[in-house]
């Protein structure tokens, strides 16, 4: 099992940035990839982005496409989201999500260990 454990969210303009850490512990060398999910008020959780935790490869939802960067650092067992050119409708709980099965990147289901989530509000 993955231990996940999210940071940096908080309030911000919309224009605005910032940026998330999940950092991973546990059995993190069973770790085939990671995700960052979201879920708004009232809607149900949607992915945003995924990232390759050996290659570094990366896919978006087509919402974040552009504005959103997700990258990792293994030495430091942490996978981050960038978040730029934010939007209200960008306001959410984020959650990153690992995956310990060699599933195709653009498979956005399968997802076996989730973090406890850190909210973003990007105020108008």
């Known amino acids: 099992q993955v231990q996940l454990v999210e940071s940096g969210g908080g309030l911000v303009q919309a224009g605005g940035s910032l940026r998330l850490s999940c950092a991973a512990s546990?059995?993190?060398?069973?770790?085939?990839?990671m995700g960052w999910f979201r879920q708004a008020p009232g809607k149900e959780r949607e992915f945003v982005a995924a990232?390759?935790?050996?290659?570094?490869?990366?896919y978006y939802a087509d919402s974040v496409k552009g504005r959103f960067t997700i990258t990792r650092d293994n030495a430091k067992n942490t996978v981050y989201l960038h978040l730029a050119s934010l939007k209200p409708e960008d306001t959410a709980i984020y959650y990153c999500?690992?995956?310990?099965?060699?599933?195709?990147?653009?498979?956005?289901?399968?997802?076996?260990?989730w973090g406890q989530g850190t909210q973003v509000t990007v105020s108008s």
């Open positions: 990232i390759s935790w050996s290659a570094g490869g990366t």
């Open positions: 546990g059995r993190t060398f069973s770790i085939y990839a």
């Open positions: 999500a690992a995956r310990r099965r060699p599933v195709p990147l653009v498979t956005t289901t399968g997802y076996d260990d």
